[in-house]
């Protein structure tokens, strides 16, 4: 058994710090389990010994000869280092330090928290915290928190599938509050606070290996082992709201490709490629938790909509082409059944819109749904209605949890209107494991959840080789990057370097009579912006573009110039590796001048294989632009594919904190070129 699981399922705990004085931190875990009837052993720790709220209390942990699974710490700061290492002595296999006054508060408080973490690892305990609020297991009425939901006459502690891991501890309770308000079948929270030992992702492992957790809910401040998010993801369904977007990291990025491919971004990629499901905010995270309590998996895309108010339908239908699901087609005997039914006011085609006629006619809901369900081309069905009331509503509820016996097929439902139209409905839904929402668009986004959280996770295919790649030096010039990459097989125009302005002509004739001059500026990277790319010159244009070019360092030093071989217009791509705290990031998207405007970019985590870069291409406007876009012909996505896949292979052997730029790589009807290539080392870290 993972140890961790203790803090859901201990069978004793003990609360050092404890007190019967009202209102303090001590008396809450205490005063929570009693109220809630947790049914295991229950030891107060406090120096006067004595008895606290009924219960016999010990002066020192170590004073108690029976197991403790479980120990809470509500102590000053400067206290918690002995009572953790009494903890060790103990032979306690979890602790939790609630106390604050650590590694969030100053540099002395980093130190004494390091110092929590050697005791800890010493003595084989597990340290949750410290600066957290506990935990809470609803099928052993075990309420390891002071949080203040718990006083509240209306919290109810109960069994529940879903579990909530939550790196902070006030807005996790806030949230759980918020879920049962909803209807979210909350059974399990943890909250992890500073994290100094024990990871909001550790924990969310330990739960995803319990079989009475059917999906994981997350909400974490940095994310740094994406492996475990991995694991997680694979065994049950996980969505996760990782906090902290910011743009700021942009803004100090040397290349386009640093600038484009974000923190964000990177977080975004990787945690798509885990198969977990990123959410934008609290709200999403609790409806992820509601549409997985269903424990029906997704079938895909295909959604039907049956509806009461042709506004709610049309809503639902603009949703779902927001979030990426379709309408589904009928099929034609269904649309037949269905033109016999629905009044002629009504809709018969999807969505199906049966209009206020189910208040004269109570089974016409019941008859639509059944015909839907039945069509093999539906993958989830939305219900929707306003304002119906009382007996119409527990009907429609009673129909929708009947389609399981046709078949199991994912159903949200969007009920617009106050719940005291119909006080008894939600529970009638939750009963059936049905899933409700105020509007169609979070019915929408829940079913988008759903089908994110089950699509195959196709592991990378690399060969691995032992070839070894030259690395770059921290000032490497166009000219050395070029030479790299023609070193490795990667295709770069005829170039040659000049110094003086009697070898230009010499120069222009060697590249083939049209050629591009760049001035070579060491630390410079956007060429263009400063003016320092001249195209199609010629023998008689090349005298004085070469005097202007060399002369673009400016203070009376003369740079050299690089001289290559004209390529014809192609479609231009930007292709880039930065570094990133999860490893190194591939991002490729619309080239030239304009990459950073239009910001058309697709990122993955290295490494990449083939199937891979072909679908990083349809996820930019590279697709269409490879297929050749207005009359043009189509370019070489073969070759495209290979050399991105070369130039992952070997950026993904340079330096961390280095940040490569290939924009643009041309790419012809026949062939791809490099054109224009940058490399630089970041000073800035890059933490996620």
Request: net charge negative; hydrophobic share 45%.
């Amino acid at each position: 058994m993972n140890n961790l699981s203790l803090l859901w399922n201990a069978e004793s705990i003990a609360i050092i710090g404890a007190t019967e004085r009202e209102n303090a931190m001590g008396r809450a875990p205490i005063e929570y389990l009693q109220r809630y009837g947790y049914a295991g052993e229950i030891y107060p720790i406090n120096p006067k010994g004595s008895t606290i709220l009924g219960l016999q209390a010990f002066t020192t942990i170590t004073e108690v000869k029976s197991t403790i699974d479980l120990a809470l710490i509500l102590l000053p700061a400067e206290l918690v280092e002995e009572a953790l290492s009494q903890c060790g002595v103990a032979g306690v296999k979890v602790v939790v330090v609630m106390s604050s006054g650590f590694a969030e508060s100053d540099a002395d408080g980093v130190l004494a928290q390091a110092r929590l973490v050697e005791i800890a690892k010493h003595s084989g305990m597990r340290l949750v915290g410290p600066n957290c609020i506990g935990s809470v297991g609803g099928a052993k009425k075990l309420v390891a928190s002071f949080s203040p939901v718990f006083s509240a006459p209306t919290t109810n502690v109960e069994a529940g599938s879903i579990a909530l891991v939550s790196q902070s501890g006030a807005l996790g309770y806030g949230m759980y509050s918020l879920g049962l308000d909803q209807g979210v079948p909350l059974g399990v929270v943890v909250t992890t606070g500073n994290e100094a030992d024990v990871t909001n992702l550790e924990v969310a492992n330990a739960l995803a290996d319990d079989p009475s957790i059917s999906a994981i809910l997350l909400y974490t401040e940095s994310l740094t082992d994406i492996g475990m998010l991995h694991k997680i993801s694979t065994k049950k369904p996980t969505a996760i709201l990782k906090v902290g977007r910011s743009a700021q990291g942009a803004i100090a990025a040397a290349s386009h490709t640093g600038a484009l491919a974000t923190e964000d971004r990177i977080i975004d990629a990787a945690i798509r490629a885990t198969g977990a499901v990123r959410v934008d905010d609290v709200e999403q995270l609790l409806d992820a938790g509601l549409i997985f309590a269903s424990c029906v998996k997704s079938l895909g895309k295909r959604v039907a909509i049956i509806t009461t108010s042709g506004g709610s339908g049309i809503l639902a239908t603009d949703a779902l082409e927001v979030h990426g699901l379709e309408l589904a087609e009928l099929a034609p005997e269904s649309l037949a059944e269905l033109r016999n039914i629905v009044p002629s006011y009504g809709n018969s085609n999807n969505p199906v819109d049966v209009t206020a006629a189910v208040m004269s006619s109570p089974d016409l809901f019941e008859k639509c749904l059944d015909i839907l369900a039945h069509d093999k081309g539906v993958d989830s069905i939305i219900a929707c209605f306003a304002v119906l009331v009382g007996a119409d509503v527990e009907r429609i509820a009673a129909a929708l949890g009947g389609v399981s016996k046709i078949r199991k097929i994912p159903i949200a439902v969007a009920r617009t209107g106050s719940k005291n139209l119909a006080p008894n409905a939600q529970a009638i839904f939750k009963s059936l494991n049905i899933p409700v929402f105020p509007t169609p668009d979070r019915a929408v986004a829940a079913l988008r959840i759903l089908n994110d959280s089950g699509r195959v996770i196709a592991s990378v295919s690399v060969k691995t080789s032992s070839e070894l790649f030259p690395t770059p030096s921290s000032t490497a010039t166009e000219v050395e990057m070029k030479a790299l990459w023609k070193k490795v097989g990667i295709p770069v125009p005829l170039s040659v370097v000049v110094s003086e302005e009697k070898d230009i002509q010499a120069a222009i004739k060697f590249v083939g009579g049209r050629a591009v001059l760049k001035a070579v500026v060491p630390g410079l990277l956007h060429k263009s912006e400063a003016g320092a790319v001249a195209l199609d010159i010629n023998a008689d244009t090349a005298q004085a573009t070469f005097i202007s070019l060399s002369q673009l360092s400016g203070k009376g030093v003369k740079n050299d110039v690089l001289v290559e071989t004209f390529i014809p217009k192609g479609v231009e791509a930007l292709v880039g590796v930065t570094s990133s705290a999860l490893g190194k990031v591939l991002t490729i998207g619309v080239g030239g001048i304009l990459t950073e405007i239009t910001s058309d970019v697709s990122i993955r985590l290295l490494p990449v294989d083939e199937p891979t870069v072909r679908q990083m291409i349809t996820e930019t406007r590279l697709a269409p632009l490879f297929a050749g876009a207005r009359g043009s012909a189509p370019a070489d996505v073969e070759a495209f594919i290979a050399t991105v896949l070369r130039i992952a292979e070997v950026a993904s052997t340079f330096p961390e904190s280095s940040e490569l730029d290939i924009n643009p790589l041309t790419v012809l009807p026949q062939g791809v070129w490099v054109l224009d290539t940058a490399y630089s080392i970041s000073t800035e870290g890059k933490g996620l």
